[in-house]
């Protein structure tokens, strides 16, 4: 009877003083869903949303123009010299580089997982790439259009000529501020992982353990 009461005592002074470390639970940490640490997790992931809306226009509208481009090359062919950049095949890969990039961003904002936000970063870096290529190459058809112009001067089709040139610098000042447009956002959107990465570095270090 001692020895019962004695444990009966033992127990009322484990509840008193605590919980007993059998009966508590080790906190579970998800890291499955890539959460900011700063506070705004829904401003963040509608910036991104808004990014990835704006790659996908930029990557439909440079795609649709190099449709446009490739369909007329009956009416092109002659003045083929205006669409170099055609020819490298950047409307048609570089679009769907941009295409790909802007659907990950958005799915990253809807639900911002690290695997996909991993990738999204990867692709954007892959797309600023992309992108700067890109520019190199529209800026070089800009400058060859300025001497195809010139030499408009000694074509049997003067009219049709000249009309090529300016339709051509056109297209070609579209695409190339779509193309900054999407390098713009690439660097942006690959500034706000590392941003986020880093904060999320230094919170890990800073925080003590949570050990049971």
């Given amino acids: 009877m001692a020895s019962r009461g004695d444990e009966n005592a033992e127990l009322e002074a484990a509840s008193a003083g605590g919980t007993p470390a059998s009966q508590v639970e080790p906190e579970v940490v998800n890291n499955s869903v890539y959460q900011p640490i700063n ?3 829904n401003q963040q992931k509608e910036k991104l949303q808004a990014l990835g809306a704006v790659q996908i226009l930029n990557g439909a509208t440079i795609l649709a123009l ?4 490739g369909s007329s090359q009956s009416i092109f062919r002659p003045f083929r010299q205006f669409f170099l950049v055609f020819y490298t095949g950047y409307p048609l890969w570089g679009a769907v580089f941009f ?3 802007g659907s990950l961003s ?4 809807r639900k911002p997982t690290r695997k996909l936000v991993e990738h999204n970063f990867g692709m954007n870096i892959a797309s600023a790439t992309i992108a700067l290529v890109g520019f190199v190459f529209v800026s070089i058809n800009l400058a060859v259009n300025k001497y195809s112009l010139k030499g408009c001067l000694s074509s049997q089709s003067l009219d049709l000529c000249i009309c090529m040139g ?3 610098n056109g297209i070609m000042s579209l695409m190339l501020i779509l193309t900054l447009l999407e390098l713009c956002i690439n660097i942006s959107v690959s500034a706000m992982w590392c941003a986020e990465n880093k904060c999320n570095s230094r919170e890990a270090i800073s925080s003590p353990g949570n050990s049971v």
């Fill in 66 to 69: 190099g449709v446009f481009i």
């Fill in 39 to 41: 506070g705004s997790q």
């Fill in 106 to 109: 958005v799915a990253a904002g």
């Fill in 99 to 101: 295409i790909v990039s």
């Fill in 166 to 168: 300016v339709l051509s």
